[in-house]
């Protein structure tokens, strides 16, 4: 019911910056909560940063300053704004929508996912 397409990604160098982009289609995308994860080889999906229907935002310790997720309800589109990049940001990302906000529902709906490589 809600198709999500990632772009943005790409190389970047490190402390240099990215902006990833999250286009929703399908349900009323405000009613969702909106999620970026990452995947690197060999690990497992860990989450970025979530902003909830209401507003609020939560980041991940590592990205914490660095990164900041916003959502433009009227593009049905979410973003993530990647500053002072560092090599161990380099993963695949992955955008997801929840309708309960956990992230854990097998009714949540996950992106294809875009390539962030960062250099030394």
């Known amino acids: 019911q809600v198709e999500l397409v990632e772009s943005g990604g790409g190389l970047a160098q490190a402390g240099g910056s990215l902006r990833l982009s999250c286009a929703a289609s399908?349900?009323?995308?405000?009613?969702?909560?909106m999620g970026w994860f990452r995947q690197a080889p060999g690990k497992e999906r860990e989450f970025v940063a979530i902003?909830?229907?209401?507003?609020?935002?939560y980041y991940a310790d590592v990205v914490k300053g660095r990164f900041t997720i916003s959502r433009d309800n009227a593009k049905n589109t979410v973003y993530l704004q990647m500053d002072s990049l560092k090599p161990e940001d380099t993963a695949v990302y992955y955008c997801?929508?929840?309708?309960?906000?956990?992230?854990?529902?097998?009714?949540?709906?996950w992106g294809q996912g875009t390539q962030v490589t960062v250099s030394t």
């Open positions: 902003k909830w229907n209401g507003g609020n935002t």
């Open positions: 997801a929508a929840s309708a309960s906000g956990s992230f854990s529902d097998p009714d949540d709906y």
């Open positions: 399908g349900r009323t995308f405000s009613s969702y909560a």
